[in-house]
């Protein structure tokens, strides 16, 4: 599944990236040479990232996220 449709990156791409140690959605787009173009995806990607490596320093669990149990495994 697409991730972010303007850069063409799917989940995969941001579950390697975020494995890689991606940290935020800006590290993802740095990480495959492209950024960020209409913003639609920046919850969604940071939500993947959150699965990955867990939650930002100073934020709860995804259980506040808008994308909370809706980011299907890849």
Known sequence: MYACICNGLTERH???AAEAGAS???D???A????MQC??????IACIIEQ???????RS???DSPFAGRVAAA
């Open 52 to 58: 990955i490596a867990g939650p930002p320093i100073g």
């Open 28 to 30: 993802v787009y740095q």
């Open 61 to 63: 669990s995804g259980a």
């Open 14 to 16: 941001v579950r390697d």
């Open 24 to 26: 935020l959605p800006s």
């Open 39 to 44: 913003g639609t995806c920046e919850k969604a």
């Open 32 to 35: 495959f040479g492209c950024e």
